[in-house]
């Protein structure tokens, strides 16, 4: 038995120059966009200041710089800690077998303060889940811990980045196990393969400025495990050569967000959304890293054949068989609740034969 315990070590991540410098930049500070809310109540095509909302930006048009650093931050980096180990172990003659464990943390990570908000310039409400088999318990649940600014204080912008670690725990960690089975069983034979699962953990459980940070603030997703497989076979015959590789990915993650009209969540809110009258609110109808679709299963075959010439010239014909169960899998999908709402933006691609050859002089 071999065991082999990797070092421990940390990697450094310098802050970009260019991120300090650009906020310094008057230039780059002016507000050069911002929006407001719109009903042509009267039909006539043209904005009245009457039918317009809230500017979201009190800054636009002036050169203010909205976003600075403290003075700790350009002083300290940014790191993160990986430790890996793993077992080596051949099981029998020309079969062995590797396990290691990973883990990964990050650590120094910044947050950004809007000094001219607080907590208590916020005000709660709650929205309900419309009714559907596809939601967590068939829907029409309420989604809470749902704020919006004061009318008083919308618009109003003066970040600061410090360092997460002054309003509280900050944690993104990574645990991972890979298995990984190595077999050569004579004759040309080969077997490859393993699994490799793990989950990435983020926990942001403190307030800076509006108390929805708390909504949804730690998500421990269930670890996922993915599988490859990689065979090789030469047929006893005529030097023809096969080979199969198989691999099972878990699925995408599957989010749902809806917006609400102010008329929607007016009733729990007690008043306008602060954008105004016709002010909208995206809010989030599934927890993070509880729902995910169907695995994505791929099968991909090859026969070659070698023909040999003189001067140890050779050429190899190869015949390709990719998705061979013409699998379609889903890889992404709309995640914006409505009419489109797991519609599939991209799927894995159909099953594929390539003809190919390659000559060797």
Not at 151 to 168: E, P
Not at 203 to 227: E, G, K, M, W, Y
Not at 311 to 319: C, D, E, K, P, S
Request: net charge neutral; proline share 6%; with cysteine.
């Amino acid at each position: 038995m071999k065991f082999r315990a990797d070092e421990w070590k940390t990697i450094e991540e310098a802050p970009l120059l260019i991120s300090f410098t650009r906020v310094a930049n008057p230039a780059s500070a002016i507000t050069t966009n911002a929006t407001r809310t719109w009903a042509d109540l009267n039909n006539d095509f043209l904005p009245q200041e009457s039918e317009l909302g809230a500017l979201s930006s009190s800054t636009f048009g002036q050169s203010v710089i909205t976003t600075r650093y403290d003075d700790e931050v350009p002083e300290v980096r940014g790191y993160n800690w990986e430790i890996s180990t793993s077992v080596q172990h051949e099981l029998m003659t020309r079969v062995a077998m590797n396990v290691g464990y990973f883990r990964r943390w990050y650590g120094n990570t910044r947050t950004t303060d809007n000094e001219l908000i607080g907590p208590e310039d916020h005000d709660p409400f709650c929205a309900t889940a419309p009714i559907d088999s596809r939601l967590p318990d068939g829907g029409g649940y309420q989604v809470c811990g749902l704020y919006n600014v004061s009318r008083a204080k919308f618009g109003q912008v003066s970040n600061v980045m410090r360092l997460s670690k002054h309003y509280g725990e900050d944690k993104e960690v990574y645990d991972g196990v890979d298995v990984y089975l190595n077999a050569r069983l004579g004759k040309g034979i080969v077997v490859q393969g393993g699994t490799s699962t793990g989950r990435t953990l983020t926990d942001q459980c403190f307030v800076v400025d509006s108390p929805q940070a708390l909504l949804n603030c730690r998500v421990a997703p269930p670890f996922q495990t993915q599988i490859k497989v990689l065979g090789v076979y030469p047929l006893p015959w005529a030097g023809i050569q096969t080979s199969a590789t198989y691999q099972s990915l878990p699925g995408p993650q599957i989010t749902a967000s809806r917006v609400y009209t102010n008329a929607e969540v007016r009733g729990s809110l007690g008043r306008d959304l602060s954008s105004g009258v016709n002010g909208t609110v995206t809010v989030p109808l599934i927890a993070p890293g509880t729902m995910y679709g169907d695995r994505m299963n791929q099968l991909d075959f090859r026969v070659s054949k070698i023909f040999r010439m003189p001067g140890n010239r050779r050429i190899q014909a190869n015949l390709d068989l990719f998705n061979a169960l013409n699998a379609s899998s889903v890889l992404a999908q709309n995640n914006t609740y409505g009419p489109s709402w797991l519609r599939p933006t991209t799927i894995i691609q159909g099953r594929l034969v390539k003809f190919g050859g390659q000559f060797d002089f």
